[in-house]
């Protein structure tokens, strides 16, 4: 049965609201620096409306400042297997996996990211970075 979040037919545990009313409550915690928090929110708002990209940005910003980086990871590659135009989620994806550990995996998307928008200089540096990873990774 989906969850119409009017009220009426809430799970237990649910919060109180709609969707709308947990991605605007999530995105507010994640601004005031509470992103396990707003993560919790808006994994409920993801599961009620899971094609709805602002919530799964949302999300994977608030699993990326929650340390959740493998979480986060999953939901940036859902945004960019969707539309294959979002720079930003490309960012993200390369960020999230950079932080899981996987350097030579976040350099393609960090790269799809500076090709989208080479004037993005947190873009260019998170690529270079990883690049200069990799290098010295080689000539140990």
Request: proline share 5%; no cysteine; aromatic share 8%.
């Amino acid at each position: 049965m989906a969850h119409e979040g009017n009220g009426h037919d809430e799970k237990p545990g649910a919060p109180r609201g709609g969707v709308y009313d947990w991605y605007q409550r999530g995105v507010k915690l994640l601004k005031e620096g509470s992103p396990a928090a707003a993560a919790a929110l808006l994994e409920r708002a993801a599961e009620a409306e899971p094609d709805s990209r602002s919530i799964l940005e949302a999300l994977a910003r608030a699993q990326f400042n929650s340390r959740q980086y493998a979480e986060a990871a999953a939901r940036f590659r859902q945004i960019v297997d969707a539309n294959p135009t979002e720079d930003y989620a490309y960012f993200g994806l390369g960020l999230a996996l950079w932080r899981t550990g996987d350097v030579e995996g976040a350099q393609e998307p960090l790269a799809i990211a500076v090709a989208m928008r080479p004037d993005d200089r947190n873009y260019v540096k998170a690529l270079r970075s990883v690049r200069a990873t990799l290098k010295a990774r080689r000539e140990m």
